[in-house]
Protein backbone atom coordinates (compact mmCIF):
# COMPACT_ATOMS: atom_id res chain seq x y z
CA UNK A 1 0.00 0.00 0.00
CA UNK A 2 1.12 3.74 -0.09
CA UNK A 3 1.05 4.12 3.39
CA UNK A 4 2.15 2.57 6.96
CA UNK A 5 -0.72 0.00 8.17
CA UNK A 6 -0.98 -1.65 11.20
CA UNK A 7 -3.34 -4.43 12.56
CA UNK A 8 -5.39 -4.82 14.29
CA UNK A 9 -6.61 -1.48 14.78
CA UNK A 10 -8.44 -2.04 18.12
CA UNK A 11 -7.74 -4.88 20.72
CA UNK A 12 -9.08 -5.55 24.03
CA UNK A 13 -7.48 -8.05 25.72
CA UNK A 14 -8.00 -9.69 29.62
CA UNK A 15 -5.40 -9.15 32.23
CA UNK A 16 -2.76 -11.98 31.41
CA UNK A 17 -3.25 -12.26 28.18
CA UNK A 18 -0.53 -12.26 25.29
CA UNK A 19 -1.12 -9.88 22.57
CA UNK A 20 0.56 -9.38 19.46
CA UNK A 21 0.49 -6.37 16.63
CA UNK A 22 1.51 -5.86 13.57
CA UNK A 23 3.19 -3.16 11.27
CA UNK A 24 3.70 -3.01 7.68
CA UNK A 25 5.76 -0.14 6.67
CA UNK A 26 5.69 1.86 3.42
CA UNK A 27 7.91 -0.48 1.16
CA UNK A 28 11.16 -0.45 0.64
CA UNK A 29 11.74 1.83 3.83
CA UNK A 30 14.76 0.99 5.87
CA UNK A 31 13.97 1.83 9.43
CA UNK A 32 10.73 1.19 11.32
CA UNK A 33 9.82 2.76 14.56
CA UNK A 34 7.39 1.93 17.43
CA UNK A 35 6.16 4.04 19.90
CA UNK A 36 3.52 3.64 22.35
CA UNK A 37 0.76 7.18 23.36
CA UNK A 38 -1.04 7.22 26.27
CA UNK A 39 -4.50 9.13 26.74
CA UNK A 40 -3.74 12.79 26.51
CA UNK A 41 -0.27 12.33 26.21
CA UNK A 42 2.71 12.69 23.18
CA UNK A 43 4.34 9.34 21.79
CA UNK A 44 6.98 7.91 23.52
CA UNK A 45 9.84 5.67 21.63
CA UNK A 46 9.82 2.31 22.18
CA UNK A 47 12.42 0.55 19.94
CA UNK A 48 14.14 1.00 16.23
CA UNK A 49 15.03 -1.49 13.47
CA UNK A 50 17.26 -0.91 10.78
CA UNK A 51 16.40 -3.64 8.42
CA UNK A 52 16.06 -6.87 10.30
CA UNK A 53 18.30 -5.38 13.00
CA UNK A 54 16.90 -4.31 16.34
CA UNK A 55 19.22 -1.17 17.33
CA UNK A 56 18.09 0.48 20.08
CA UNK A 57 15.18 -1.16 22.32
CA UNK A 58 16.13 1.32 25.34
CA UNK A 59 12.43 2.50 25.59
CA UNK A 60 10.68 -0.74 25.96
CA UNK A 61 8.96 -0.63 29.57
CA UNK A 62 9.98 -4.23 30.53
CA UNK A 63 11.12 -7.50 29.26
CA UNK A 64 7.17 -8.50 28.92
CA UNK A 65 7.87 -6.25 25.28
CA UNK A 66 9.47 -7.87 22.31
CA UNK A 67 9.94 -6.79 19.04
CA UNK A 68 10.97 -8.21 15.65
CA UNK A 69 11.55 -8.08 11.98
CA UNK A 70 12.83 -10.95 10.78
CA UNK A 71 12.82 -10.09 7.25
CA UNK A 72 13.64 -6.43 7.58
CA UNK A 73 10.09 -5.43 6.38
CA UNK A 74 6.88 -6.36 8.68
CA UNK A 75 7.30 -6.08 12.24
CA UNK A 76 5.63 -7.54 15.20
CA UNK A 77 5.27 -6.19 18.84
CA UNK A 78 4.29 -8.85 20.93
CA UNK A 79 3.26 -7.78 24.65
CA UNK A 80 3.00 -10.86 27.29
CA UNK A 81 0.99 -11.03 30.08
CA UNK A 82 -0.73 -7.54 29.67
CA UNK A 83 -1.61 -5.40 32.38
CA UNK A 84 -3.34 -2.66 32.33
CA UNK A 85 -0.79 0.63 32.39
CA UNK A 86 0.00 -0.81 28.74
CA UNK A 87 -3.49 0.38 27.49
CA UNK A 88 -2.29 2.67 25.20
CA UNK A 89 -2.11 3.47 21.56
CA UNK A 90 0.98 1.74 19.46
CA UNK A 91 2.02 3.85 16.88
CA UNK A 92 4.20 2.05 14.06
CA UNK A 93 6.09 5.00 11.94
CA UNK A 94 8.90 4.17 8.84
CA UNK A 95 11.57 6.15 6.61
CA UNK A 96 14.34 6.05 5.14
CA UNK A 97 14.51 4.33 1.34
CA UNK A 98 18.32 5.13 2.18
CA UNK A 99 20.04 4.68 5.61
CA UNK A 100 22.20 7.99 5.06
CA UNK A 101 19.13 10.32 4.55
CA UNK A 102 18.13 11.35 8.18
CA UNK A 103 16.29 14.51 7.48
CA UNK A 104 13.74 12.06 6.28
CA UNK A 105 10.33 12.42 8.21
CA UNK A 106 9.21 9.12 9.87
CA UNK A 107 5.91 8.17 7.99
CA UNK A 108 3.36 6.77 11.02
CA UNK A 109 0.43 4.95 10.92
CA UNK A 110 -2.64 4.91 12.18
CA UNK A 111 -1.83 2.85 15.64
CA UNK A 112 -3.91 0.24 17.47
CA UNK A 113 -5.20 1.02 20.47
CA UNK A 114 -5.01 -1.54 23.13
CA UNK A 115 -7.23 -2.01 25.79
CA UNK A 116 -6.50 -4.20 28.94
CA UNK A 117 -9.33 -4.49 30.90
CA UNK B 1 17.03 13.58 29.13
CA UNK B 2 15.85 15.37 26.53
CA UNK B 3 12.39 17.16 27.60
CA UNK B 4 9.76 18.74 25.49
CA UNK B 5 7.03 21.05 26.37
CA UNK B 6 4.20 22.24 24.50
CA UNK B 7 2.24 25.00 25.59
CA UNK B 8 -0.96 25.60 25.64
CA UNK B 9 -2.33 22.33 26.16
CA UNK B 10 -5.47 23.73 24.85
CA UNK B 11 -6.82 26.29 22.56
CA UNK B 12 -10.06 27.08 21.31
CA UNK B 13 -10.52 30.22 18.91
CA UNK B 14 -12.90 31.52 16.43
CA UNK B 15 -12.37 30.87 12.92
CA UNK B 16 -9.96 33.03 10.55
CA UNK B 17 -7.86 34.38 13.99
CA UNK B 18 -3.92 33.65 13.67
CA UNK B 19 -1.96 31.76 16.32
CA UNK B 20 0.68 30.84 17.77
CA UNK B 21 1.86 27.35 19.18
CA UNK B 22 4.44 26.75 21.26
CA UNK B 23 7.21 24.52 21.75
CA UNK B 24 10.32 24.17 24.23
CA UNK B 25 12.60 21.59 24.70
CA UNK B 26 16.09 21.10 27.46
CA UNK B 27 18.57 19.68 25.22
CA UNK B 28 19.69 22.40 22.14
CA UNK B 29 21.85 19.58 21.09
CA UNK B 30 18.91 18.38 18.26
CA UNK B 31 19.53 17.15 14.14
CA UNK B 32 16.32 18.54 13.35
CA UNK B 33 12.74 19.69 15.01
CA UNK B 34 9.52 18.47 13.62
CA UNK B 35 5.79 19.64 13.97
CA UNK B 36 3.17 16.76 13.33
CA UNK B 37 -0.81 17.11 13.10
CA UNK B 38 -2.69 13.98 14.41
CA UNK B 39 -6.77 13.87 14.10
CA UNK B 40 -8.44 11.69 16.46
CA UNK B 41 -7.94 7.76 15.85
CA UNK B 42 -5.31 8.68 13.29
CA UNK B 43 -1.64 8.33 13.17
CA UNK B 44 0.42 11.37 12.93
CA UNK B 45 1.06 13.46 9.69
CA UNK B 46 4.38 15.71 9.10
CA UNK B 47 3.45 19.38 8.36
CA UNK B 48 7.16 20.76 9.04
CA UNK B 49 10.44 19.64 9.79
CA UNK B 50 13.30 22.42 10.56
CA UNK B 51 17.08 21.45 10.71
CA UNK B 52 18.96 22.35 12.81
CA UNK B 53 20.84 24.90 10.48
CA UNK B 54 17.46 26.74 9.97
CA UNK B 55 15.81 29.21 10.92
CA UNK B 56 12.13 28.43 9.73
CA UNK B 57 10.05 26.69 7.34
CA UNK B 58 6.76 28.07 5.71
CA UNK B 59 4.00 25.56 4.19
CA UNK B 60 0.93 26.93 2.88
CA UNK B 61 -0.78 28.99 6.16
CA UNK B 62 2.03 27.15 8.25
CA UNK B 63 5.21 28.82 9.51
CA UNK B 64 7.60 27.11 11.74
CA UNK B 65 10.33 28.73 13.51
CA UNK B 66 13.23 27.63 15.07
CA UNK B 67 15.43 29.04 17.82
CA UNK B 68 18.10 26.00 18.39
CA UNK B 69 20.06 28.25 21.45
CA UNK B 70 17.18 29.03 23.35
CA UNK B 71 15.62 25.56 22.97
CA UNK B 72 12.61 26.95 21.43
CA UNK B 73 10.20 26.47 18.60
CA UNK B 74 6.94 27.87 17.48
CA UNK B 75 3.98 27.22 15.15
CA UNK B 76 2.38 30.21 13.66
CA UNK B 77 -1.26 29.32 11.75
CA UNK B 78 -2.35 32.12 9.75
CA UNK B 79 -6.53 32.19 8.92
CA UNK B 80 -7.55 29.48 10.68
CA UNK B 81 -10.43 27.33 9.68
CA UNK B 82 -12.29 24.51 11.26
CA UNK B 83 -10.39 22.06 9.33
CA UNK B 84 -7.25 22.61 11.37
CA UNK B 85 -8.98 21.42 14.42
CA UNK B 86 -6.41 18.70 15.44
CA UNK B 87 -3.94 18.18 18.00
CA UNK B 88 -0.36 19.44 17.32
CA UNK B 89 2.83 17.42 18.35
CA UNK B 90 6.87 19.20 18.59
CA UNK B 91 9.29 16.37 18.16
CA UNK B 92 12.72 16.32 18.62
CA UNK B 93 15.45 14.31 16.78
CA UNK B 94 18.98 14.01 18.49
CA UNK B 95 22.26 14.91 17.47
CA UNK B 96 24.46 12.19 17.69
CA UNK B 97 24.97 10.79 14.76
CA UNK B 98 23.34 7.03 15.70
CA UNK B 99 20.40 9.41 17.13
CA UNK B 100 16.94 8.10 15.41
CA UNK B 101 14.37 8.43 18.05
CA UNK B 102 11.68 11.19 18.15
CA UNK B 103 11.36 12.85 21.67
CA UNK B 104 7.73 14.55 21.69
CA UNK B 105 6.02 17.17 23.26
CA UNK B 106 2.70 16.06 25.20
CA UNK B 107 0.68 18.29 21.97
CA UNK B 108 -1.94 21.45 21.59
CA UNK B 109 -5.55 20.53 21.40
CA UNK B 110 -6.85 23.04 18.63
CA UNK B 111 -10.03 23.72 18.37
CA UNK B 112 -11.40 26.04 15.63
CA UNK B 113 -15.14 27.03 16.26
CA UNK B 114 -16.67 28.54 12.80
Known amino acids: GAGVSQSPRYKVAKRGQDVALRCDPI?????LFWYQQALGQGPEFLTY????????KSGLPSDRFFAERPEGSVSTLKIQRTQQEDSAVYLC???????????????FGPGTRLLVL | KQEVTQIPAALSVPEGENLVLNCSFT??????LQWFRQDPGKGLTSLLL?????REQTSGRLNASLDKSSGRSTLYIAASQPGDSATYLC?????????????FGEGTQLTVNP
Open chain 1, 93 to 107: ASSSRLIVIRAETQY
Open chain 1, 27 to 31: SGHVS
Open chain 1, 49 to 56: FQNEAQLD
Open chain 2, 27 to 32: DSAIYN
Open chain 2, 50 to 54: IQSSQ
Open chain 2, 91 to 103: AVRPGETSGSRLT
